[in-house]
C-alpha cells in the first residue's frame, strides 16, 4: 500500500493544488504529510500551516451548541423566537421552486434542533430555488469573502424577509442554519460567537491555531486562497493579510474558522473519546448519528450524496464509495478541506488544501485521501 505522500504527491506536482497538509491518525499513531507551498509567498507547506476550514467549522458548532445544551441554557425543542425574533413569524414558499409571493406561513415554530439537523427551511437547496440567489446577495453566503457579511443583527433582519424553503422539520437544506445557530448561540451566552467558541471549546481542547482571525504573530503560517477562473486554470481569491486580518463583523458558525491538522485531531480525538471533559457521551452520539428521512436525503442530492447527516456534518450509512466507512462523522468545507473521525478503527482523517472546490481535480484530491483513509 503506498504511503500517503505517494498518494497526494502527484496533485502538487501536476500544479493542480499549491499545497496541502494532510494527517491521518489511529491511536497513537498519526501519519503526516506537508507538500507544497503556503501561496504565493513560497514559503513551503508545514504541520502547522494555518487553513481556511470552511464547512468544517459546523461540527465544531454542533459541539459548542450541545455544551450549552449541558449547561441547560439551550433547549433543543423550544421555539427560537425568544431569541431570535426575527424568525418568530417566517414565511414558506408553497412549493421549493415557487415563486418568492407565494408563500404559506409556517406550521410550527423554528427550533435549535432544526438548525442543528439542518431541517430548518434556510439554505441552498438542488433544486432551482429563487431563494438561493436572495441568500447569495443579501446574506453573502456560498462566498468567501466572509469580511463582506454584515453583523449579526443586520444579517438576521436580512434574513428575515426570505422566505423558507420548506417547513420547518419537513425537508434539509445546506449552510444557512448553522449562521443562524452561531447567532443563536451568541445571544444564549450573551457574547460574540468567537470568544464564545474560543472559552468554551477551542481553549479547553488546545485548539491553540483555531479561530475566527488569524493575528498578525501567526501570518506567517496562514495558507494563501486559491480558487479558479473560466478556464479552470488556478486564481488568487485571498492572501493571508485579506479577509481573515481582522476580527469579522460576522462570525460565520456555518464556515468562518481558521484551523490546522493539529487542531481539528484534538477535536477529533474528544468526539472519539466519548467527549472527554467537554460533552457527554449521549452528546456525541447525537451529533455523529443520521437524523435524516429518506425524504430530505433525497432532497440533499449531491451534498450528502446519498449519506446521511447528524449534528454538524455527515454521517456514512453504506459503503456506497470505496472511501466510506458506516458510522464516519465528519465534513468537507469550499476551501478544499476535510475532516472526519471513524469510530470503527478510531481514526481521525484531516485534509487541509486552500484550492476552492468545482475545479479540476480538486474533488479528486479528497476522494484520493479519503480512500487512503478508509483502506490503509
Excluded at 147 to 154: F, K, L, S, T
Excluded at 245 to 268: C, Q, R
Aim: negative net charge; proline residues 6%; aromatic residues 6%.
Amino acid at each position: 500500500m503506498a504511503g500517503l505522500e505517494a498518494v497526494l504527491r502527484p496533485y502538487v506536482d501536476s500544479g493542480a493544488i499549491p499545497g496541502l497538509v494532510a494527517l491521518v491518525a489511529r491511536g497513537g499513531e498519526v501519519e503526516v504529510v506537508a507538500l507544497g507551498s503556503q501561496g504565493t509567498s513560497g514559503v513551503p507547506m508545514r504541520r502547522d500551516s494555518i487553513a481556511r476550514g470552511a464547512s468544517i467549522t459546523k461540527p465544531l458548532m454542533a459541539a459548542l451548541a450541545m455544551i450549552l445544551v449541558e449547561d441547560g441554557r439551550l433547549d433543543l425543542d423550544a421555539p427560537v423566537d425568544d431569541l431570535l425574533p426575527e424568525l418568530a413569524e417566517p414565511r414558506v414558499l408553497r412549493t421549493p421552486t415557487s415563486e418568492l409571493d407565494d408563500t404559506v406561513a409556517a406550521d410550527r415554530p423554528i427550533t435549535a434542533r432544526h438548525l442543528l439537523t439542518s431541517t430548518s427551511g434556510h439554505g441552498f437547496t438542488t433544486v432551482d430555488c429563487p431563494v438561493v440567489p436572495l441568500l447569495i446577495e443579501r446574506l453573502h453566503q456560498a462566498s468567501m469573502e466572509l469580511d463582506r457579511v454584515p453583523a449579526p443583527d443586520e444579517w438576521m433582519r436580512r434574513l428575515s424577509g426570505i422566505p423558507l424553503i420548506h417547513q420547518p422539520g419537513d425537508g434539509w437544506t445546506y449552510n444557512a442554519s448553522y449562521d443562524v445557530l452561531g447567532v443563536l448561540l451568541a445571544r444564549v451566552a450573551g457574547q460574540d460567537l468567537a470568544t464564545l467558541m474560543a472559552e468554551r471549546l477551542l481553549d479547553p481542547l488546545g485548539m491553540v491555531d483555531s479561530g475566527f482571525r488569524v493575528p498578525a504573530g501567526k501570518r506567517d503560517r496562514f495558507t494563501t486562497l486559491h480558487g479558479h477562473d473560466d478556464r479552470g486554470d488556478l486564481t488568487v481569491s485571498d492572501e493571508p493579510d485579506g479577509s481573515f486580518a481582522e476580527p469579522p463583523a460576522f462570525a460565520s458558525g456555518a464556515g468562518g474558522i481558521v484551523t490546522t491538522v493539529d487542531d481539528m485531531l484534538a477535536f477529533g480525538r474528544m468526539l472519539l473519546a466519548g467527549g472527554g471533559d467537554l460533552l457527554s457521551p449521549e452528546s456525541v452520539v447525537s451529533m455523529t448519528t443520521d437524523h435524516t428521512t429518506a425524504r430530505q436525503r433525497e432532497m440533499g442530492g449531491f451534498f450528502l450524496d446519498g449519506q446521511g447527516w447528524g449534528y454538524g456534518g455527515g454521517v456514512d450509512t453504506s459503503a456506497r464509495e470505496p472511501w466510506n466507512v458506516v458510522g464516519r462523522y465528519g465534513w468537507v468545507g469550499g476551501t478544499g478541506t476535510s475532516a472526519y473521525v471513524v469510530p470503527r478503527d478510531g481514526s481521525v482523517d484531516v485534509l487541509l488544501t486552500q484550492v476552492e472546490l468545482g475545479g479540476p481535480d480538486s474533488n479528486a484530491v479528497l476522494e484520493a485521501f479519503w480512500t487512503y483513509a478508509a483502506t490503509a
